[in-house]
């Protein structure tokens, strides 16, 4: 009996911890199964219109992307919050839409807003997926998309009757343009209805505001005016090609001045066909209040390009972005500035106290500046920084104290000199690497008057400021004197291993 009593207790203790591993082993199949049914399923938007709107191709897709960003020269790289983007095929849009994507950078969030060209409806419409995908690989859709989803749905602006987006080329052919742009970025594809009116534009402006910061780009797209008996829109059937560049840019005149009623207005007066007003609209409510300005980067018509006015479509590529420019009050406080620090200088080698609390935001960012000492219009001395090295205010203080007394070619400037001084600031955009293929295409791509050229040859390196153009208008002279001014052969821009920069300046003087 005692050995059976034995027994019975070891078999007593065992049954809990049997119990207990069971009970475990139980809840974690649970907790798994649980966290599986949560996680949302991949669901992926197909390209629709690979290999007859773009090339199908990943190889060719990137090499025609990459042709049109050699092919767009912007000489002034902006901070680009929104643009306005064509979307027909790229053969006749795709050079456009690339002076639009081509200074893209640094965006985290896409916000894509497009008309819809298969489904008539009102107010908005977001796909049911996850990801979409194009020849480049797949995009993933921005989790502030089911927020914005749930706040439009609230709003009686939520579309979900159809489905617009299987077929819709408007979103997905800006795609690729921001997948070579953007190494890694998420997207809001949202598609508004010809059928929403303007009240509810503003409506769902407001709620897309909430979710875009410093790191989303806002695009809108859409062609211009669809001219022709094919679009059934002929408001004149003389001077087709004039008449319909003044039609576009009537609206353009809207858009510059960030007026979304006056653009909407301007539509409904003339009908002119632009598919993607509405979005447009969107966008210039969301944006109006803000310090942007806007830039036309480039306009065609399918007329230009075929030769027949017919029938044409219009595309535009416009950009908002984040003035950098000096407004009149910083340029007067840095040439007061260099004036003040050379008579400090000169006189007691001294420089003046600077309360920075009181400095803008832009005199405080490290930027590239020259300055030009001239006396009796003749150059007493210039030197400067091209890179961004120091804040701006102390780039000004330390190039006019080396302009005045380090310049190699000129004796030093003398305190008795300074009221025969004639002071000028050129503040600096950072250096752009110039790609091009031959001379003839170097030629081609610079502008005089606005490019500042940096010429790298070996160990030889040298500057002009774009003010020199006016000394050297022609191209082969100016270039040919740069390398000349580094040490370098005369014809060293025409070498395979030459390397060209440009940078653009603000000049201003007392």
Known sequence: MESIKRKTGVSKLKIPILSLILFTILAILILTSTETNNTTPKITRKAAVAGTFYPASKTSLENTINTYYKNAKDSTPKEVHAIIAPHAGYTYSGQAAAFAYKNIQGKETILLLAPSHHIYFRGASIANVTHYKTPLGEIKLSEKTDSIREDLDKADLLYTEKDPHKKEHAIEVQLPFLQISIT????????????????????????????????????????????????????????????????????????????????????QKTGATICGS????????????????????????????????TNSVSYISYIFYKDDTLNKEEQKYLTTLARNTLESYLKDKKTPEINKDVLSEKLTQKSGCFVTLTKDSQLRGCIGHIFPQKPLYQCVIDNSISAAVRDSRFSPTTYDELDDIHIEVSVLSAPQSLEFTSPDELLDK??????????????????????????LPDKVEFLTSLCKKGGAPGDCWKKENVKIETYQAQIFWE
């Open 446 to 471: 610079l502008t005089p008057l606005e490019d500042g050229v940096v010429i790298s040859y070996g160990f030889h390196k040298s500057t002009y400021l774009p003010q020199v153009w006016e000394q």
């Open 278 to 309: 509405k979005p447009i609209t969107i966008l210039l409510e969301m944006i109006q209040e803000n310090e942007l300005k806007g830039k036309l980067t480039h306009y065609d018509t399918s007329g230009r390009i075929t030769g027949d006015y």
């Open 184 to 267: 890694d970025f998420e997207i809001i594809p949202i598609l508004i209805g010809s059928a929403t009116d303007y009240t509810d534009i503003k409506r769902i402006a407001d709620i897309l505001k909430k979710y875009t910061d410093e790191s989303t780009l806002i695009i809108a797209s859409s062609d211009f005016t669809h001219y022709g008996p094919r679009y059934s829109y002929t408001p004149f059937t003389e001077n087709k090609e004039e008449n319909i560049k003044n039609l576009d840019y009537g609206a353009l005149e809207y858009i510059e001045k960030k007026d979304p009623e006056s653009f909407h207005n301007y539509i």
